[in-house]
């Protein structure tokens, strides 16, 4: 195999076996033993260059290969594989950190799992991330709702609506605020959620409620007579 050019240099500059080294002047010796430190130099500078090279690439493709272990977990979320998500959520965060919304399904799994610390825990780190992120702050309500922390519930609801209103963020609070006494706003609040979602009947069944809780029997009777129509359709 014929030799490479940087072989050739290589065996111009190295130093000869011992007990074969001719006698050469000193100006000599001196000058290859520079060659041969620049060429020691050169290959440590290559090395690290590659080194960083793909430290680089690999650091750079993080935010890809983190996003195909989320896909990943999201395909599993549904019952009995709860936990299997979970694990693709993590690894998905350990790869890279910026992901709110790995937080948030990773909320979402725990919550499902019976793990309400570890869920919020995860749905405060997404709106950290994310301060727009409304489902974050719905997913801590039902939490407290669960818990019968209303009030934090509610907090947490107005924050919801207040980013991104929704049907269900309306009707819980509307339940919140039912709970609490206060029939004309739980009133307004399923007014929104039927405004969006017209086809519900536990929501007249709810509006009901509030009417006759406030002393308006025949708006009540109304709400229930649709609520029935709905049903039986």
Same mark, same amino acid.
């Given at each position: 195999m014929?030799?490479?050019?940087?072989?050739?240099?290589?065996?111009?500059?190295?130093?000869?076996?011992?007990?074969? !080294?001719?006698? $050469?002047?000193?100006? /000599?010796? +001196?000058?290859?033993?520079?060659? !041969?430190?620049? $060429?020691?130099?050169? /290959?440590? +500078?290559?090395?690290?260059?590659?080194?960083?090279?793909?430290?680089?690439?690999?650091?750079?493709?993080?935010?890809?290969?983190?996003?195909?272990?989320?896909?990943?977990?999201?395909?599993?979320?549904?019952?009995?594989?709860?936990p299997d998500a979970v694990v693709h959520f993590t690894r998905a965060l350990s790869i890279y950190q910026q992901l709110p919304d790995a937080y948030l399904e990773r909320g979402n799994a725990y919550r499902i799992l019976g793990e309400p610390d570890a869920a919020i825990a995860d749905y405060r780190a997404a709106t950290d991330l994310n301060p727009n992120l409304a489902a974050a702050h719905n997913g801590i309500a039902v939490i407290y709702l669960e818990r019968h922390d209303f009030n934090h519930a509610l907090e947490e609801l107005n924050k919801s609506i207040t980013l991104q209103p929704t049907v269900d963020a309306?009707?819980?609070?509307?339940?919140?605020?039912?709970?609490?006494?206060?029939h004309q706003k739980a009133i307004e609040d399923y007014d929104r959620a039927i405004a969006e979602q017209p086809d519900a009947p536990y929501m007249y069944r709810a509006r009901a409620l509030a009417k006759a809780n406030l002393g308006d029997q025949d708006g009540a009777h109304g709400d229930r007579m649709i609520a029935n129509q709905i049903e039986h359709h």
């Open positions: 014929p030799e490479s050019a940087f072989t050739r240099f290589w065996n111009t500059v190295r130093p000869p076996p011992k007990g074969n !080294r001719p006698v $050469v002047s000193s100006e /000599v010796i +001196a000058l290859r033993r520079r060659q !041969r430190r620049l $060429v020691l130099i050169t /290959v440590a +500078a290559i090395a690290l260059v590659a080194a960083g090279t793909a430290a680089y690439s690999y650091i750079s493709n993080a935010p890809q290969r983190a996003d195909k272990e989320f896909q990943e977990g999201m395909r599993l979320m549904g019952p009995s594989k709860y309306y009707y819980q609070r509307g339940q919140i605020r039912e709970s609490q006494g206060n």
